[in-house]
């Protein structure tokens, strides 16, 4: 029987963390602007119409840089950029409005960045009101945004509360003042506690918290005393990320590179991590994502009712999520698109009244089905056999999985054991058929563990 440890040299590889199927990479670029606006009307006459349209907005800008990050940003501390960036948002709505089939229904509003809370409130409402004025606004409608603890004010928050959002999402990352040196993200606890406090004060109804293990000069002492101080806010829902180490695609990553923990060492960080939230009260409702017993996202776990989307896990469905700003990523079931990276040309494209599509992505019969088994195992941690296409070699892999006791296969269903939730992306990989059938070209994922 293998030990964790061996199980960790073996499985500790590049593969995706499966927010989508295909991931980005592998899209085939195969859709043009009229074929996404005919993908679109489909989409909405067959999950909009129901369920109510997710908005994603993605806001780029941030005033300094924080070294470990690999979101799509742009560095200025000229606020200046605000209003035209709120224009073209408003803009590439409109364009939408013009091809839907009838008054949309929001079921949700994402902020995330960058760091939404650049923005100013009054810039923030300008945009904000103007998208749910055009819409009808689902009672349940899940809104919620990214705030950075530094500067999200009070206005902000009760600006955006005015406006629906009942759930803010703080990145934390770590309280360790020399880490959070190393990865110049630096945030007393003070100012946290602040931030939380304001937000429940104003009548949010969830706190969130991003916090990541792997990152420099962490050790085990370091993220006790970290969990110690999240104990004190008691957040309603965590995520507690594995760090992602592509300096290849992220340059500043290299400035701390040394100091980086060793693969078994950082998988003791998330191990002493995870035993300090369940001890804490939290419960584990997928990968990566924990939440304390009354919140939605545990219920949807306990219910079978899990989703998955680009922004993590989710108690709704969401088979209609548009994205808006530049670099925003679109997935509406039939297809996925992303928009253009480049800021200038985003405003410039929308300005001319074109979606400012850069990829995209038109799903195959097999990619639907291979989707539904990938986000079935993520959620639930199991996934009927019948629902899946075999490819070659898939059996192998899936046996050797239940050869080191990761997963276990009876009455045609495969199951998730404990021991393997630490691999579930090497699982999920099995069924990655597109990753299959192009390995000979190379992607950029980060590791596993």
């Known amino acids: 029987m293998s030990t964790f440890n061996s199980l960790v040299r073996k499985y500790n590889v590049a593969v995706p963390r499966y927010t989508s199927y295909p991931t980005v990479p592998l899209w085939e670029n195969n859709i043009d602007e009229l074929q996404w606006k005919k993908t679109v009307q489909k989409a909405f006459q067959d999950f909009g119409k129901k369920e109510g349209i997710s908005l994603y907005i993605h806001l780029p800008y941030c005033e300094s840089l924080c070294t470990y990050c690999g979101c799509n940003k742009r560095i200025t501390k000229n606020h200046d950029i605000e209003e035209p960036y709120i224009t073209a948002i408003m803009q590439e709505w409109k364009e939408y409005l013009k091809i839907l089939p009838g008054k949309p229904k929001l079921a949700g509003i994402h902020l995330g960045g960058g760091t939404p809370t650049f923005f100013s409130p009054k810039h923030l409402y300008e945009m904000l009101n103007y998208i749910i004025q055009s819409s009808d606004l689902l009672p349940d409608a899940d809104m919620s945004f990214e705030g950075h603890p530094n500067n999200t004010s009070f206005e902000h928050l009760v600006t955006l509360k005015l406006l629906g959002f009942k759930r803010v999402s703080y990145g934390i990352q770590d309280f360790d003042e020399q880490v959070q040196k190393s990865i110049h993200r630096i945030q007393p606890f003070e100012k946290v506690k602040t931030a939380v406090d304001n937000a429940r004060l104003v009548g949010f109804e969830a706190i ?186 898939t059996i192998n892999e899936l046996m050797e999985f239940q050869k080191d006791e990761l997963v276990e296969i009876r009455k045609g269903t495969i199951n998730i054991l404990e021991k393997g939730m630490p691999f579930i992306r090497n699982i999920c990989a099995v069924f990655d058929h597109r990753m299959r059938n192009q390995k000979s070209k190379k992607f950029v994922f980060s590791k596993a563990i």
Request: hydrophobic share 35%.
């Open 208 to 393: 969130n918290f991003d916090l990541i293990y792997g990152l420099p000069h962490q050790s085990v002492d370091t993220i006790k005393n970290t969990f110690e101080q999240v104990a004190r806010l008691k957040p309603d829902r965590i995520a507690f990320y594995s760090y992602a180490h592509v300096p290849s695609v992220f340059p500043a990553q290299k400035s701390f590179e040394e100091f980086l923990p060793l693969q078994e060492e950082k998988r003791s960080l998330y191990e002493k991590g995870h035993q300090l939230l369940l001890d804490m009260g939290y419960f584990e409702v997928g990968m990566d994502h924990f939440a304390l017993k009354e919140d939605p996202l545990f219920i949807a776990k306990e219910q079978g009712q899990l989703h998955r989307n680009f922004m993590g896990y989710t108690p709704k469905p969401s088979s209609m999520l548009l994205g808006l700003g530049n670099s925003a990523i679109s997935d509406i079931h039939y297809a996925y698109a992303q928009n253009t990276k480049d800021i200038e040309l985003y405003k410039e494209q929308v300005g001319l009244e074109h979606f400012p599509l850069t990829k995209g992505h038109l799903m195959s019969k097999e990619d639907i089905q291979t989707r539904n088994t990938i986000m079935t195992l993520i959620c639930q941690g199991k996934a009927k056999m019948i629902d899946t296409y075999w490819h070659m070699d």
